[in-house]
């Protein structure tokens, strides 16, 4: 499959955007803009507290952003989003039936404790998430390899998955079938190498502190006390990383703000380097030029709770309902005005082509969303005949970001507004909480987001087959499992057919409202001009650090 790789596309939309947006700005000369105590220590506002540090149990993009730059595994995506040996000392040796990768790691590569880091690190850390006592939500990426699928599912011990170390400096990696994005999956965290003395001197308390672990990243982690809760950590320069002479920065200071006023106060009092904004600030500061809008690959959707036998929401025309009342345009231009997009389905515009004709994948997949009041009160009429009843109470999960209540508020007026008898309550809360609760179940509609691993429409779509634990509604369809598995294994060295069922896969849980996509994220940054290099990866939306420079 021909992929448009999303970093590089985004990047000229967003100059576009950032162009013709319009609002009130503060004139430049008057504003402090970013800042720093130190020459080359940079100050990043996160919007969330960090849920993990655990490579094994990661799921979140400010996990992941964490791990990236902290760790580093076999390959290492460049600016353009595409894998470059890291931890392997070339590019893999893979056989001409795509199963076999032969990787020689370089043998200069350290922890930060001075061990080398070697071949068995590898094995153990894919073991590890593997292992169904781990109970890793991302296990399922190991499908791809062999015995994958067997490990996961406690069939096979994990001792056999398909990685073995041939020497101290040598992987060999074996997969079930040839995978053609299985480079990038190398880049992305999950499958990065773990300490095993670490993991087991620590044991339950492995990654709990950024004392209780040993890191082969750019930087070292620092001064973190707890997922979850933590509101400042620092990335530290890590002296034993063998490409340190070409990490400028010494430190990375991480600060959590929700309120995105606080994190602009914070930018013009020269407190920091990088802040998020949306809404009337994204307008205000829009031609500020420090002002970044920077779109995604990422998708923001209702999930409904499906799980129960007598769940409202396995009704099609209820999940309709809610669809046809959200006004996208509405939700992007007014209340978010950071450069998001209104969706035209699950997987976001400008990811990948046809093998065929290089046909973008939503225009062979077609837009099925729409904003339309009376469709909206149709499908609702519908939905309490065919439920029996005349009115619903929901309780909508989401963040406690500005920009989540703000979203949440929306929705909120949205259906409400146009389904009679529909009250929603709200319930914001901390970002670690609303990823426990959904995984629990413990929600009526939540409002999540997905960012893509790698550029491919199977990154999205893989995630709603029947069982996947990010399938969090719990929406199941027996020909989507179809068409994902025909993809995923009779397919998956037909580029074209599996394309074609994939296509099917979108028009499915499109037709069905199975997710309800909101918008295409995209977000609008204050970012100081003396910053260069800062890079933001499509895979996992992970922020990069190591080729900033500051310039004073």
Known sequence: MKKKHVYSLFAMSALVLAGCTTGGTQDSGDAAGGGGSAENEFNFVEQQ???????????DTVSFSALNNVYEGIYRLDENDEPQPAGAAEE?????????????????????????????????????????????EYAYLFEAVENGEEVINDEKDPEELGIEAVDDYELEITLDKPLEYFDNLLAFPIFFPQ???????????????????????????????????????????????WDQDNVSLDKVNVSVVKEASTALNLFQDGQADDVTLDGELAQQMANDPEY????????????????????????????????????????VESILSDGSLAPVGLVPEGMSTSPDDDTEFTEDAGDQLEFDEEKAQEHWEKAKEELDIDSLDIEMLSDDTDKSKKTQEFIQESIESNLDGVDITLSSVPFSVRLDRSNEGDFD???????????????????FQTGNSYNRGNWSNDDY????????????????????????????????????????????????????????????????????????
């Open 292 to 331: 970044v809008s920077q779109p995604e690959a990422t998708t923001f959707y209702l999930e409904m709770n499906q799980e129960d036998e007598d769940s409202p929401y396995r009704n099609e025309n209820l999940r309709k309902a809610i669809s046809y009342s959200i006004d996208r345009d509405a939700l």
């Open 481 to 552: 499992d179809e068409q994902i598995d025909q993809a995923t294994n009779e397919n998956a060295n037909d580029s074209q057919a599996r394309w074609d069922n994939l296509v099917e896969a979108e028009k499915i849980i499109m037709d069905e409202q199975g997710v309800v996509p909101l918008y295409q994220k995209a977000t609008g940054h204050m970012r100081a001009d003396k910053v260069n290099g800062l890079v933001a990866h499509q895979a996992g939306a992970q922020y990069d650090f190591k080729d900033i420079t500051i310039e004073e």
């Open 195 to 241: 300490n095993q003395e670490a993991v087991e001197e620590n044991g339950d308390d492995y990654a709990s502190t950024s004392e209780n672990s040993v890191y082969n990243g750019p930087f070292a982690l620092a001064d973190f006390d707890g997922p979850g809760s933590d509101t400042d950590w620092t990335y530290e320069k890590n002296d034993e990383y």
């Open 49 to 59: 507290e960090m849920p993990t540090a655990d490579l094994s149990q990661a799921t």
């Open 92 to 136: 893999a040796d893979v056989s001409e039936d795509g199963i076999t990768y032969n990787i020689k790691l370089r043998e200069d590569a350290k922890w930060s404790n001075g061990d080398p880091v070697t071949a068995d690190d590898y094995v153990f850390s894919w073991q590890r998430t593997a292992d169904p006592e781990t109970a890793a």
């Open 445 to 463: 509609l939540t409002i999540g987001g997905w960012g893509a691993d790698y550029a491919d429409p199977s990154s999205f779509l893989d995630l």
